[in-house]
C-alpha cells in the first residue's frame, strides 16, 4: 500500500467522522409525535370536519373514567364532587361531568330551579332523588353518569387537544388515584384518545432503543457465525451506525417528527445494512482465501460484488422512499428515515468500509466460501436440486403462489389503534370495562347544518338518536335535542320536544337565566344554524367500526338527512380515514417498489434478469400476504407496509443473478455457472437471510402488536427470500435466463427431471 | 337546594345603574384611590331609566345571537323590567326583578310561548348573564364600583388624564377574582377598560368603547365583554335614553309582566 493510498483511506475516515457528527447532532433535535393525530392523511375531509367541530362546539375528545364503588352514600358522593373539582383543575381538562357536579332542573311549584344534583352531604332522602332523577332524566337515564345497580359511575371529560397528551394522562391518572383509589372507595379504570397517545408515546421512546440494542445484538451473532472473526461483526455495524447518524441527523436538521411506526426504521436499517457489508466482506475474504493479497481483494470485492450491492442497496432505498409518497406524515417520516439510512449505510458500505479495510491488516485467518464443510455441502446439495427439479420447482412454487391468492382473498382490514396494544394489557381491560358501563369510547359526531330553531328539525334529530340507539355497538347519544328535551319535561311534564319555534327559543331562553349555557353552546350555535351529535361508539375493529358508521349514516339519511345536511367526524372516522389512506399508500407503494425494483435491478445489463430475480421476491410477498389471510391475522398499519418493505429488503436475490451472470460472461454454461454462483454468493444469501431475519425478529420483543407482527412476518419473508434465492430462482434462471447479456451460448435445456 | 329568591339577580339592576352613572365632570385630577372612587361614587344617578339595548353575544367561531330589549329601572335599581323586542321568536318575553323590603329580590319571567310567569331561581355570582359573557358579577363593576371586595390603588395616571387603578380581593371577598385592574378616564369617570384576573391569569377583559350625553348625564353606549380563554365576546349596544321620565308603579308587576 502507497503513502498515497494510505492518507487518501485517512482521508475517507476523516470525512465520514466529521459528516456523522456533523449530522448526528441533527438526531438531538428530533422530536417524538406519537399521537394518533400524526397518522391523519394530509387532505382528510374527516380531520378538516373535526377541526370545525373543535372550533365551533370546543372539546377536542373526551376522556372517560369508571370509578368503581357503593355510589349512592355520603362518602362516595363527597369524594366524586372532590374528584370532579379537582379533574376540572387540570390544565387541558375543559369540562368534567358526572354525577358530583350534575345539574338538575325541577319545576318547583313554579320556580324553576337549576341545582346540584347531589349536595356535598347528602341526607338518605336526597340520594334517593338523586338516583330517581339520574334514572328517568331524559339527560342521564340508562346508567350513563351512575351504573343502574348504584355500583360505578362515569366521570366524563372534556380534553383539549393543545396540550401535551402524556402529562395530562398523567395528571388525570394521579388524581383519580388520590381522590378515589387512594381513598379506598374502589378501583379506576380510565380510558380516552390522549391516554392511548401518551402510551404510544411511552412505549415507542422504549422502544426504539431497545429494539434496536436486541437486534444489533442478534445480527452482530450472525455476522459472527458466518465470519467467524470480530472484525466481521463489528465492521457492518460500524457502516448502520453511519447510515442511522446520518438519516436521524438529517430528520433532525429538517425539522421532522419522529411517530409510532418509526420504531421499526432502526430494526429495519440495521438488517437491511449490514447485508451490504456482508456480502463486501464475504467476497473480500473469498479472494483472500485464494490467495489474493489485500488490496487486490478490496478491489475485486468493490468491483464485483460491489455492482450488486450497489443495485439492490439502490433498489431498496427506491422501495423504501415510495412510502414518502404517502399522504399520511406517519408513513413519509418512515419513507424518509429509511430510505435515508438505508442509502447512508450502502455510501459507508461502498466507501468506508474498503478505506477501513485497507487501513486493518488482512486477517490471519479467513473463511473461504467455497471450501468443502457442511455449509458447501448444502449448498452443493441446493444446486443439484436445483438443476434437476427445476420445472418440479417452478411448478411448486405456481401452487404455492394460487394458494397464497386464496388467503390474501381472506384478509381482513383492521387498522383500529386500540388493537396495537396486547389483548391482555392494562389499557385493553380498563377499555372493556368502561366501555361496557358507558357504552362507548369512541365518538362519531354528526355535524348538522340547518334551521335548528324549526320543530321539524329537532323532531328528526331525536328521531335520528332514538333510531342510532339501536345499532349494536352504538352507546348514548347526546344534542340539543337532548338538552331541550329535558327541559320541556322538567317545564311542562311531557316528555317530548317543543312543538313551536317559540316555545324551543323560549325555554332555550328560560335555560340560560339558570342553567350552565355550556350545556347549550356545546351542541348548537348561537344562531341555531349549526348544531352537533355526538354518538358514543365501542372501539371495535375497524371492520365493525365501518359497519356501525354506515349503519350511523344510513340512520342520518333517512331521518336529520331530510331537514339538515350531514357532516360526519369523530373518533371512529378519523381512524377509518386512516385506514383508507392506507389502503391507497399500500397499493400505490407496493406497485410502485415493484417497478423500481425491476429498473434499477435492470442495471445489471439485463431487463429479464431483473424480471427473473423479481419471481423469487413476488412469490415471497404472496405467500406473506397468503400467511395473514390463513392465519387471520389483519391488514393493519404495519402489514400493510410489508409489502414494498419486503421488495425492498428481499431484493439482496439480485447477488445471485449477478455472480451467476458474473459466471456466464467467463464463459461456464448455464448449469455450471449457477453451480459455481451458488457455491461463491450462496452462503452470503444464506447468511443474508439469517441476519435479516435475526434483525427483524427483535420486533418480537416489541409491545405494539402491529410491530411485533411485523416482525414476525419479515422474518418469515427474508427467510422465504432465501430459500426461494436458493432453490426458485436457479430454477427459474435455468430456465428463462440462459443467455443474459454478454454470456456464451448455452446448449438447449436438458430436462434432468 | 337553592334559595329562589336570593337577591343575585338585583345585579342585572346594578349593571343598568352602572351604566347610567355619570354627569358633567369638569377636568381635576385626583392624587389617590380613594380620591378617585369618592369621585366616582359621588356621580348622580338617574331616579329612572327607559333604554333600549341590543346585546349581541359572537362565539370564538363567529357565530353570532343579537337580542333587542327594553328597559325599565327605578328606585335605583331596585325595581326592574326587561321585555325582548327581537328576535322574533322571543318577543314579548319578560324578566322582572323587584327588591323586597326584606332586601331579598323576587325575579319572574314570563314566556308567551308557554302561557304563564314562572319564578326564575337564584344562580351563582359567576353565572352568565343571558348566555352571555357578562357574568352577574362582572356587570356589578361597571361602575367601578367594586364593593368591599377591593382594596384600590392607583397604579399610575396617564395621558389624559386616565386613572390606572388595580383592586386586590379584600379580606372575605366573595369576588370569583383576586385582582382587578382598570383605567378611568378623569373626563368621564366611567372605567373605560376592566381587566379581570385570578390566579394571575388574565380572564376577561371589558373594554367602554362609547359614551353618550343625555342632559346632566354622561352614559357608555357601547360596552364590550371578552372571555379570554374561549375568545367569545358580547357587545351591548344602548341607545333611546329617557331619563327621571314618570315610570308608572304597575310596569314593575306581574300582570305588565305579561302584557
Redesign the interface.
Known amino acids: 500500500m502507497t503513502k498515497a493510498d494510505r492518507r487518501r483511506d485517512w482521508l475517507i475516515i476523516a470525512a465520514f467522522a466529521l459528516v456523522s457528527i456533523g449530522l448526528g447532532l441533527g438526531a438531538l433535535r428530533l422530536k417524538l409525535d406519537a399521537s394518533v393525530a400524526a397518522m391523519l392523511p394530509d387532505s382528510s375531509t374527516v380531520a378538516e370536519l373535526q377541526r370545525e367541530v373543535s ?2 362546539f ?1 372539546a377536542d375528545g373526551i376522556m372517560v373514567a369508571l370509578v368503581e364503588g357503593d355510589i349512592y352514600t355520603p362518602r362516595a358522593v363527597g369524594a366524586l364532587r372532590q374528584l370532579s373539582s379537582a379533574l376540572a383543575k387540570i390544565p387541558g381538562v375543559t369540562a368534567v361531568t358526572s354525577a358530583g357536579n350534575a345539574q338538575r332542573m325541577l319545576d ?1 311549584d ?6 346540584d344534583l347531589l349536595p356535598a352531604t347528602p341526607t338518605a332522602a336526597d340520594l334517593a332523588a338523586a338516583r330517581d332523577y339520574l334514572e328517568t332524566s331524559p339527560l342521564y337515564r340508562g346508567g350513563l353518569l351512575v351504573a343502574l345497580d348504584g355500583k360505578a359511575a362515569n366521570v366524563v371529560m372534556e380534553v383539549s387537544g393543545d396540550v401535551d397528551s402524556s402529562a395530562l394522562s398523567s395528571a388525570i391518572r394521579m388524581t383519580l388515584d388520590r381522590d378515589w383509589q387512594g381513598e379506598g372507595l374502589g378501583a379506576v379504570h380510565l380510558v380516552g384518545g390522549p391516554l392511548i397517545d401518551g402510551e404510544m408515546r411511552a412505549t415507542l421512546a422504549r422502544e426504539m432503543p431497545l429494539l434496536g440494542g436486541v437486534a444489533a445484538l442478534l445480527i452482530l451473532v450472525m455476522l459472527y457465525l458466518n465470519f467467524r472473526t470480530v472484525r466481521g461483526a463489528l465492521l457492518p455495524l460500524m457502516t448502520v451506525l453511519v447510515g442511522l447518524l446520518w438519516s436521524l441527523g438529517v430528520m433532525g436538521w429538517l425539522g421532522a417528527e419522529l411517530s409510532t411506526l418509526s420504531v421499526i426504521a432502526p430494526v429495519a436499517i440495521l438488517a437491511v445494512g449490514s447485508s451490504f457489508s456482508l456480502h463486501l466482506l464475504g467476497r473480500f475474504f473469498q479472494e483472500l482465501s485464494h490467495g489474493k493479497d489485500k488490496h487486490q481483494a478490496i478491489a475485486t470485492a468493490r468491483k464485483e460484488t460491489g455492482l450488486g450491492v450497489l443495485i439492490s442497496g439502490l433498489a431498496i432505498a427506491a422501495a423504501l422512499s415510495t412510502f414518502s409518497l404517502s399522504g399520511m406524515p406517519t408513513v413519509r417520516a418512515l419513507g424518509l428515515l429509511t430510505a435515508g439510512g438505508v442509502l447512508g449505510t450502502l455510501i459507508a458500505a461502498l466507501v468506508l468500509l474498503p478505506a477501513v479495510l485497507g487501513l486493518l491488516r488482512a486477517p490471519r485467518r479467513v473463511v473461504d466460501p467455497e471450501q468443502p464443510g457442511m455449509i458447501a455441502g448444502f449448498l452443493e446439495a441446493v444446486a443439484r436440486f436445483a438443476d434437476r427439479r427445476r420445472y418440479a420447482i417452478l411448478g411448486a412454487a405456481g401452487v404455492l403462489l394460487a394458494l397464497a391468492v386464496v388467503g390474501t382473498t381472506r384478509i381482513v382490514p383492521n387498522t383500529a389503534v386500540i388493537d396495537y396494544f396486547n389483548a391482555n394489557s392494562p389499557l385493553r381491560k380498563d377499555y372493556a370495562v368502561v366501555e361496557d358501563a358507558f357504552g362507548g369510547s369512541s365518538q362519531v359526531q354528526v355535524l348538522v347544518t340547518g334551521d335548528l ?1 324549526e320543530p321539524a328539525t329537532l323532531q328528526s334529530m331525536l328521531a335520528f338518536q332514538e333510531r342510532v340507539a339501536t345499532i349494536e355497538g352504538v352507546g348514548p347519544t347526546t344534542s340539543i335535542a337532548t338538552v331541550l328535551r329535558a327541559i320541556h319535561y322538567t ?2 311534564g311531557v316528555d317530548g320536544l ?1 312543538t ?8 332555550l ?2 335555560y ?3 342553567g350552565d ?1 355550556k350545556q ?2 356545546q351542541y348548537l ?3 341555531s ?2 348544531g352537533l351529535v355526538d354518538i358514543a361508539t365501542k372501539s371495535e375493529s375497524t371492520a365493525i367500526m365501518r359497519s356501525i358508521v354506515n349503519d350511523i349514516e344510513a340512520a342520518g339519511a333517512a331521518t336529520l338527512g331530510q331537514h339538515a345536511t350531514l357532516g360526519y367526524t369523530g373518533s371512529t372516522l378519523l381512524q377509518l380515514d386512516i385506514e383508507d389512506s392506507l389502503m391507497h399508500d399500500f397499493v400505490i407503494s407496493l406497485s410502485l417498489a415493484i417497478v423500481l425494483v425491476v429498473i434499477i435491478d435492470s442495471f445489471v445489463r439485463s431487463f429479464r434478469a431483473a424480471l427473473v430475480t423479481i419471481l423469487a421476491l413476488l412469490l415471497t410477498i404472496a405467500l406473506q400476504y397468503g400467511v395473514l389471510g390463513f392465519l387471520g391475522i389483519p391488514l393493519d398499519l404495519s402489514t400493510m407496509l410489508l409489502g414494498a418493505l419486503a421488495i425492498g429488503v428481499g431484493d439482496y436475490a439480485i447477488h445471485l443473478t449477478v455472480r451467476y451472470m458474473e459466471e456466464r460472461r467467463s464463459g461456464r454454461q448455464p448449469e455450471a455457472a449457477m453451480n459455481q454462483a451458488l457455491h461463491s454468493s450462496g452462503r452470503s444469501i444464506l447468511f443474508t437471510a439469517l441476519t435479516l431475519g435475526a434483525g427483524f425478529l427483535a420486533m418480537v420483543f416489541s409491545q405494539f402488536v402491529p410491530v411485533r407482527t411485523l416482525g414476525s412476518l419479515m422474518a418469515f419473508t427474508v427467510l422465504s427470500v432465501g430459500t426461494a434465492s436458493l432453490t426458485l430462482l436457479p430454477a427459474a434462471c435455468l430456465v428463462f435466463l440462459r443467455n443474459p447479456r454478454g454470456s456464451a451460448p448455452a446448449p438447449a435445456v436438458r430436462g434432468t427431471n | ?2 334559595d ?1 329568591r336570593r337577591p343575585t339577580r338585583r345585579l342585572v339592576t346594578t349593571l343598568f345603574l352602572a351604566l347610567l352613572l355619570g354627569g358633567a365632570v369638569s377636568a381635576q385630577r385626583y392624587t389617590t384611590a380613594a380620591e378617585i372612587t369618592a369621585a366616582m361614587d359621588a356621580m348622580p344617578n338617574p331616579s329612572t331609566t327607559v333604554a333600549t339595548l341590543r346585546m349581541t ?5 363567529g ?3 343579537t337580542r333587542t330589549m327594553q328597559i325599565w329601572t327605578a328606585d335605583e335599581g331596585r325595581s326592574q323590567l326587561i321585555k ?1 323586542l327581537e ?1 322574533a ?2 318577543r314579548g ?1 319578560g ?1 322582572l326583578s323587584v327588591e323586597q323590603a326584606s332586601g331579598e329580590s323576587e325575579t319572574m ?1 314570563y ?4 302561557g304563564r ?5 337564584g ?1 351563582q355570582e359567576q ?2 348573564f ?2 352571555s359573557d357578562f357574568s352577574y358579577e362582572e356587570i356589578s363593576s361597571l361602575s367601578g364600583d367594586f364593593g368591599d371586595d377591593f382594596t384600590t390603588t392607583l397604579l399610575e395616571v396617564q395621558p389624559g388624564p386616565v386613572y390606572v387603578m388595580e383592586g386586590t380581593a379584600a379580606a372575605g371577598s366573595t369576588s370569583s377574582y383576586d385582582r382587578i385592574v382598570y383605567q378611568v378616564p378623569e373626563a368621564t369617570l366611567i372605567p373605560r377598560r376592566v381587566e379581570f384576573y385570578r390566579a394571575g391569569e388574565l380572564i376577561k377583559v371589558l373594554t367602554i368603547s362609547g359614551t353618550v350625553t343625555v342632559g346632566d348625564y354622561t352614559l357608555p353606549s357601547i360596552i364590550r365583554m371578552e372571555t379570554v380563554a ?1 375568545g367569545s365576546f358580547t357587545t351591548i349596544d344602548q341607545s333611546d335614553f329617557t331619563l327621571d321620565g314618570d315610570i308608572p308603579a304597575d310596569v314593575f308587576t306581574e300582570r305588565f309582566l305579561q302584557r
Do not use: C, K, N, W
Open positions: 372550533d365551533v370546543g318547583d313554579g320556580f324553576l330551579v337549576i341545582e330553531s317545564l311542562t317543543p313551536t319555534r317559540e316555545e324551543i327559543a323560549q325555554e331562553l328560560l340560560q337565566l339558570s349555557p347549550v353552546s350555535t348561537l344562531d344554524q349549526l | 337546594m337553592t329562589p353575544i359572537t362565539a370564538a367561531s357565530h353570532s345571537l325582548f328576535p321568536d322571543v318575553s324578566f319571567i314566556l308567551p310561548a308557554l310567569v314562572r319564578r326564575v331561581a344562580g353565572d352568565a343571558f348566555g374561549t
